[in-house]
């Protein structure tokens, strides 16, 4: 049987992190994950969920539907308005995880509706990598990842 093989029937790997919740809640999807923080004031175009910025490393890619993991907000307090905009716009992430709690990233995170969770007890963006499974249960303060498997890594 070749590596490949044994890869996709291997058992897939699943980590639980233990969080603070900042908005209730309970989603899951594949998770989009930037070490960058995200503008959103010019930083995002929120009819579509794409980062626009012009030196971010998920440029030109989309939030919409996934489980975004990030640092947290920069800008200006105009980063809950394009948020909440997405969110109007059927754009919006899921579920948010993030590091660092600022008054942009709450108020962007209730205005988006979507399950939002910081102080994870260990650094999401080392545990949790861009296509893994993430199920965000705010509400217990739980993050579930299950890993993406090898095979589908490629």
């Given at each position: 049987?070749?590596?490949?093989?044994?890869?996709?029937?291997?058992?897939?790997?699943?980590?639980?992190?233990?969080?603070?919740?900042?908005?209730?809640?309970?989603?899951?999807?594949?998770?989009?994950?930037?070490?960058?923080?995200?503008?959103?004031?010019?930083?995002?175009?929120?009819?579509?969920?794409?980062?626009?910025?012009?030196?971010?490393?998920?440029?030109?890619?989309?939030?919409k539907d996934k489980i975004l993991v990030f640092p947290g907000a920069k800008g200006s307090s105009g980063w809950s308005a394009y948020f909440h905009m997405a969110r109007l716009?059927?754009?919006?992430?899921?579920?948010?995880?993030?590091?660092?709690?600022?008054?942009?990233?709450?108020?962007?995170?209730?205005?988006?509706?979507?399950?939002?969770?910081?102080?994870?007890?260990?650094?999401?963006?080392?545990?949790?990598?861009?296509?893994?499974?993430?199920?965000?249960?705010?509400?217990?303060?739980?993050?579930?990842?299950?890993?993406?498997?090898?095979?589908?890594?490629?």
């Open positions: 049987m070749s590596t490949d093989a044994i890869d996709a029937v291997a058992p897939q790997t699943k980590i639980v992190l233990r969080g603070r919740k900042v908005v209730g809640g309970c989603a899951e999807g594949e998770a989009i994950v930037t070490r960058d923080t995200i503008s959103g004031w010019g930083g995002i175009n929120e009819r579509e969920g794409t980062i626009i910025e012009r030196r971010h490393e998920l440029r030109g890619q989309s939030f716009n059927g754009a919006a992430p899921r579920a948010m995880i993030f590091n660092k709690m600022t008054t942009k990233i709450a108020l962007g995170a209730v205005v988006t509706h979507a399950p939002a969770m910081t102080e994870l007890e260990q650094d999401p963006l080392t545990i949790i990598e861009t296509g893994d499974w993430v199920k965000v249960d705010a509400d217990n303060g739980i993050v579930e990842i299950t890993k993406r498997t090898k095979s589908s890594r490629m």
